[in-house]
């Protein structure tokens, strides 16, 4: 029990809303359900899960979150990973009796104090930029400058460790260029994005190659807006075919989120012509 029992939302669509609304708060998220799942108990732990658990009433949903060998062990992340260091970061496991060490985790232990300072600061400025309400109209390369400067204070490649401090602000600053129609820079924006999470995408730009997620990275609630961004961006280049393909990819990483994609539609309401 004190190993496996833990709370849940009585469906992942109600929460994914709220994640992807802006109306969550990690401070005020209660769960009005718990429970155990015996198989699901088997599933061991990394911050960089492979699979995705989604809930609908007491039925959980694990599909896989990327391309999986036969025989590779299912592993999804028990707390949903930050990407930063605190004192909390090798404590938060220690009720299962384990010291996490995924590579997302050896690499925050790597990164040097001095890189961790700049990073914390270097978030600081995007955050009072962001609050500043300005962004749209003429503090774009200033939020690109300081996105350059966070992404240079991370040494691995970002295939092999998401650089989670980055896709929030990355994703804002595809917002803006969508919301200013600047569709190569959007484009561009949400590329970038999905790097950010480990992902490896070919042809997501304005050349007629095809566009393949060659590898999946970590998925996050808003993945599902990345690529609904980027079909937006291609459909309006007269790129049909790509954008097909984005929509296609946007619905796919729906059903890992949610386990389901029949409420793709209503949900996403907002990006119109997707049925």
């Known amino acids: 029990m004190s190993l496996n029992v833990f709370g849940c939302p009585v469906t992942t669509l109600k929460s994914h809303i709220e994640v992807t609304s802006n109306n969550f708060s990690k401070q005020n998220a209660n769960f009005h ?5 015996i198989k699901a108990s088997y599933i061991n732990h990394s911050c960089l899960g492979n699979v995705r658990r989604s809930f609908i009433g007491d039925m959980m949903i694990v599909r896989a979150a990327k391309d ?13 990973p930050e990407g930063i260091y605190t004192s909390k970061t090798e404590r938060k496991f220690k009720n ?3 010291v996490c060490t995924c590579a997302l985790c050896e690499d925050i232990k790597a990164t040097k104090s001095s890189e961790i300072t700049k990073r914390k600061n270097l978030l600081a400025q995007l955050d009072r930029l962001c609050k500043s309400g300005v962004i749209p109209q003429d503090m774009s390369m200033k939020f690109e400058r300081l996105l350059k400067a966070l992404n240079e204070t991370y040494a691995r490649p970002a295939e092999e460790v998401p650089r989670l ?3 929030d602000p990355q994703l804002l600053l595809t917002r803006i260029y969508m ?3 600047d569709l190569t820079k959007g484009l561009e924006s949400a590329r970038k994005t999905l790097q950010t ?9 304005r050349t007629s190659e095809a566009l393949v997620v060659l590898e999946w990275g970590h998925t996050v609630d808003h993945l599902v807006e990345v690529f609904l961004h980027a079909r937006s961006a291609l459909e309006q280049l007269g790129l049909s075919e790509k954008s097909k393909q984005a ?3 946007a619905r796919v990483a729906y059903r890992i989120l949610v386990g389901e994609d029949a409420s793709f539609g ?7 012509d997707l049925e």
């Open 179 to 181: 919301g200013k129609l």
């Open 68 to 80: 999986l060998d036969v025989g590779t062990e299912l592993m999804f992340p028990y707390e949903a």
């Open 165 to 167: 401090s980055l896709w």
């Open 197 to 205: 999470l480990s992902f490896v995408v070919t042809g997501l730009d």
């Open 96 to 98: 299962w009796g384990f």
């Open 33 to 37: 359900s718990c429970g155990i799942w």
């Open 266 to 272: 209503d949900t996403y309401l907002s990006f119109r």
């Open 247 to 249: 929509k296609h990819y």
